[in-house]
């Protein structure tokens, strides 16, 4: 049973136009989500997270929102530009202490057209 | 530099013969683990460790070992790899974030 789940396998925007990901999970337990950014041959990186106490979080061009009653989060890359180009991965998980374990989505491959 | 560094990046390797992929990392962290990741199933926990002697499985254990030895090494060890475990593994340090390997590309013929 898939609980991060990312429908969308892709997704193609014009450069210098927003980019919205989808990220739906389904256990309520879940309360803290991150998403990580993945290019060919290289291992993922944090990008940005959220706790589930906000709704919004910023971090220069990326904005992560979180709907708790809904189970959705989003990520939000303003301006995209085409270094952009990479697979993002949705995670989440129950705390944040040393036994916590990072749940992820199947992740989806974003294309910033030049 | 803080990093987490896997080797071989590549094998390609037959069933049944037994292979080791090493991971270490220089961020003194307690926490590893290994994941892989295939074609439309993301990435998937195999097992994780807390702390020096402390391991557990994760979601797909089936057919690997880990040890944990030292705090900064955490090998995965396939003792008779099959074609199913053709996949793309990564080693990951420190829970949030986690910081991952560049990968481990692995073939079973």
């Known amino acids: 049973d898939q609980q991060v789940k990312q429908n969308s396998p892709s997704l193609s925007v014009q450069e210098g136009r927003i980019s919205i990901l989808n990220c739906d999970y389904t256990?309520?337990?879940?309360?803290?989500f991150l998403w990580y950014k993945k290019y060919p041959a290289e291992g993922p990186t944090f990008l940005i997270s959220?706790?589930?106490?906000?709704d919004k979080n910023e971090d220069g061009r990326f904005t992560v929102f979180l709907n708790k009653s809904a189970k959705h989060l989003s990520l939000h890359i303003v301006p995209s530009q085409p270094g952009d180009s990479a697979v993002y991965f949705c995670?989440?998980?129950?705390?944040?202490?040393?036994?916590?374990?990072?749940?992820f989505g199947k992740g989806i491959t974003l294309s910033v057209r030049p | 530099e803080a990093q987490v560094t896997q080797n071989p990046r590549y094998l390609i390797t037959v069933t049944g013969k037994k292979l080791t992929v090493t991971c270490s990392q220089n961020?003194?962290?307690?926490?590893m683990s290994w994941y892989r990741q295939d074609p439309g199933l993301g990435l998937r926990q195999i097992y994780y460790s807390m702390n020096v002697e402390v391991t557990d499985k994760g979601d797909v254990p089936e057919g690997y070992k880990v040890s944990r030895k030292e705090k900064r090494n955490f090998p995965l060890i396939l003792e008779s790899p099959s074609p199913n475990q053709t996949s793309l593994y990564f080693c990951?340090?420190?829970?949030?974030?986690?910081?991952f390997g560049p990968g481990t590309r692995l073939t079973v013929l």
């Open positions: 959220i706790s589930s106490i906000k």
């Open positions: 961020m003194n962290h307690e926490y």
């Open positions: 990951a340090s420190g829970p949030f974030p986690q910081y």
């Open positions: 995670a989440a998980s129950e705390g944040t202490g040393a036994n916590s374990k990072l749940t």
């Open positions: 256990n309520s337990m879940f309360d803290y």
